[in-house]
């Protein structure tokens, strides 16, 4: 079975543009959460989504967002890019959302913000 | 809120040398506990998980249980390979407010030495 796939794998934006990044989950995995991981910050929870719906928020700034289709496909958007979004962003699904379901991640987007 | 504490790193080792990497957690219910690995350049990959007190998780070699009296879920391996050299991340998932949240600790990078 394919695994979570993300593209593109590398994206170099300027300060100020916008960027919307795909992720492709394990087929038949229904919940699709999206991480951000920085050298100084970790990784940290974006949001997650289920049947479309977003069932979970981090603590990132309204600039984030993301949306999820009835194939369970999924992109997250950054609006108005500022230095420090540059980060790893890494997708990840999991069969369903129940806490006992491991979440299986993908290979991640490499973000530069110049 | 929820939080992982992981030993600091980096670890470095001998080949064929025993490994322990401390995690202990708190979390106002009743969370699973995850250890995902990342190489470098790549995302996280699942190595083992425990959704409920004093179960043992296991893969690989790795070896982890679910310690609810002492909150722990350290990580250990008898003998290590230079392969295994990579960061290790342990997590906690609840379902407390709705949704699957990985809480991560701040990883811990193993180096094994021939």
């Known amino acids: 079975k394919a695994g979570v796939t993300q593209t593109p794998r590398y994206l170099i934006k300027t300060r100020g543009q916008q960027v919307t990044l795909s992720c492709s989950p394990i087929?038949?995995?229904?919940?699709v959460s999206w991480y951000q991981q920085t050298p100084g910050q970790g990784l940290q929870f974006l949001f997650e989504?289920?049947?479309?719906?977003?069932?979970n928020k981090g603590n990132f700034p309204g600039r984030f967002s993301g949306r999820q289709f009835s194939n369970s496909r999924s992109e997250m958007n950054v609006s108005t890019l500022e230095l420090g979004d540059s980060a790893l962003y890494l997708c990840a699904s999991s069969l369903d959302p129940g806490q006992k379901y491991e979440q299986y991640f993908g290979p991640g987007t490499r973000l530069t913000v110049t | 809120g929820n939080s992982v504490t992981q030993m600091e790193g980096p670890v470095t080792l001998s080949e064929e040398a025993f490994l322990t990497i401390n995690c202990t957690y708190t979390a106002t219910g009743y969370p699973s506990l995850f250890w995902y690995v990342q190489y470098p350049g790549e995302g996280l990959q699942l190595l083992l998980k425990a959704t409920k007190a004093d179960d043992k998780g296991s893969n690989k070699g790795f070896e982890a249980t679910y310690r609810k009296e002492t909150t722990s879920f350290h990580l250990e391996k008898g003998s290590v390979q230079v392969s295994d050299s990579a960061v290790y991340f342990c997590a906690l998932s609840d379902f407390t407010g709705g949704g699957n949240k990985l809480t991560f600790g701040t990883g811990t990078q193993l180096k094994v030495e021939l």
């Open positions: 989504y289920f049947s479309e719906t977003q069932r």
């Open positions: 087929s038949g995995h229904r919940s």
